[in-house]
């Protein structure tokens, strides 16, 4: 019988196995609600969705755990784990936050945004725009999202990054909830003023362009987070019968 070969490919290790399946069940929750396929407050029963992705238990509350940590959910002692239910409120508190951020960032690159810093910008506009041509829209959103971490990178480093990186994934969050149209992410022409005002010194343009967009989005979100709240039962289910 022919001996197995040293150098043949290894089994997967059961770790290995355990995280390849935390990762197919981040991704795909993940996913769920940035598609705006899960509804605000809905729960995301534990059995259930062990059985569907044919994990354990322990797997999953892992998962959970973390997408709790990112605040994409809300875990709940002795309840569980719900989609997250902003209040007008909190929705704006976020938006505000990034606003102030946000004009930190442009006032940090106002008239010193140096060629390399220019071209990878562009690039990155370049990526928004092809995908938006070829109907990648879930690239697209998170393509704009990135744009501005992007920037912040530029002006502040890691630490900058990271704080405003949660601020944007909670503002992407609620516009999958309450907004999912394409209609509701950045326009890449936007983002192209903004470098354009920043590589010009033109603070006033680069403030304005950013707040004015920020501001649309925040209104887009609230008006159909209140719209959703005014829907009863009866409306939801009408067309069950």
């Known amino acids: 019988m022919a001996k197995t070969s040293r150098t043949a490919a290894a089994a997967p290790t059961l770790d290995e196995d355990t995280s390849q399946v935390e990762a197919l069940v981040y991704a795909s929750i993940s996913s769920a609600l940035l598609e705006g396929k899960l509804a605000p407050g809905q729960q995301l029963v534990e059995r259930e969705l062990a059985a569907a992705f044919g994990c354990t238990r322990g797997a999953l509350r892992k998962v959970l755990a973390r997408l709790g940590f990112e605040g994409k ?26 606003q102030v951020a946000e004009a930190g960032v442009m006032v940090s690159l106002c008239g010193v945004l140096g060629a390399a810093k220019k071209r990878a910008l562009a690039a990155h506009v370049r990526s928004e725009k092809k995908a938006l041509r070829e109907g990648r829209v879930d690239d697209a959103v998170r393509l704009a999202g990135q744009f501005h971490l992007l920037l912040t990178g530029q002006a502040g480093g890691a630490p900058l990054v990271d704080a405003l990186a ?48 920020l501001a649309e989005l925040e209104e887009r979100v609230v008006q159909q987070a209140r719209a959703r709240a005014g829907r009863d039962l009866k409306a939801v289910f009408a067309s069950a019968k």
């Open 73 to 98: 959910l809300v875990l709940e002692p002795n309840r569980g784990a719900f989609v997250p239910s902003p209040s007008e409120a909190d929705i704006r508190a976020v938006y505000r936050a990034r």
């Open 166 to 213: 949660q601020l944007v994934a909670k503002t992407e969050l609620y516009k999958a909830l309450f907004d999912p149209s394409k209609a509701s992410m950045c326009a890449p022409e936007e983002h192209e003023q903004i470098i354009a005002a920043l590589e010009a010194g033109d603070l006033t343009t680069a403030l304005d362009t950013m707040r004015a967009h």
